[in-house]
């Protein structure tokens, strides 16, 4: 989609995947600060917006507000083709593609969450959620790294971005058995030396 994006940003937040998505396609875009700390995502005005009050918080040059991480970067790896960010559509590489783009809000999140924040607590019941277990999380990831350069293959997709942020973030918050991982280190290596990344890292 043509045209200038506006994206509601606060720094150090998942805002950040939706602001590197937006370097890797080279979209024309703003950035809209918003202040966590002062509540100003609780405002009315934002609320009516996006009523979770949160960010990523992305507007579409014809006034769509997105939501949600991993939409907006499957929406906007469509809408850049030449960026070559996504499989063609109906190809057991998008197939794959769509697994680890969702593989990191839906599993490798809520389990990075649950053992960080719950170190005193009984581990949920694997049946319970859909991530099962951190470390059957982390195992997968690396049994995939362990074959390919990227979740995806050999070729950077949206969802490497989508798995390498999160692992990223991991790491930084000392989320455990991540910086033991050769794999997953190489791998966080690979998609922070991205150009678009070190954009992304811009002060606001």
């Not at 002062?38 to 507000?65: S, Y």
């Not at 195992?139 to 074959?147: I, N």
């Not at 290596?189 to 606001?204: E, M, P």
Request: hydrophobic fraction near 50%; proline fraction near 6%.
């Amino acid at each position: 989609m043509l045209g200038r994006y506006k994206l509601y940003f606060k720094p150090q937040t998942r805002a950040f995947v939706a602001r590197w998505m937006l370097e890797e396609v080279q979209a024309d875009y703003e950035l809209a600060a918003i202040d966590l700390e002062a509540g100003e995502n609780r405002a009315p005005a934002f609320l009516a917006i996006n009523p979770m009050g949160k960010v990523p918080t992305l507007i579409l040059p014809d006034g769509t507000v997105m939501t949600e991480s991993a939409a907006i970067l499957a929406h906007l790896a469509d809408c850049f083709p030449e960026a070559s960010l996504a499989p063609e559509i109906g190809t057991s590489a998008r197939a794959i593609y769509y697994r680890w783009l969702f593989f990191a809000p839906s599993c490798l999140e809520p389990a990075t969450v649950d053992v960080m924040m719950r170190k005193d607590s009984e581990p949920l019941p694997k049946h319970a959620v859909g991530w099962g277990s951190y470390d059957d999380v982390v195992d997968t990831v690396e049994g995939q790294l362990d074959r390919a350069a990227y979740v995806t293959g050999e070729t950077f997709t949206a969802a490497d971005l989508a798995v390498g942020a999160a692992l990223w973030w991991m790491t930084q918050f000392g989320a455990p058995r991540m910086a033991q991982s050769q794999a997953i280190q190489s791998f966080i290596g690979r998609v922070t030396a991205r150009d678009a990344f070190k954009r992304a890292q811009a002060a606001v």
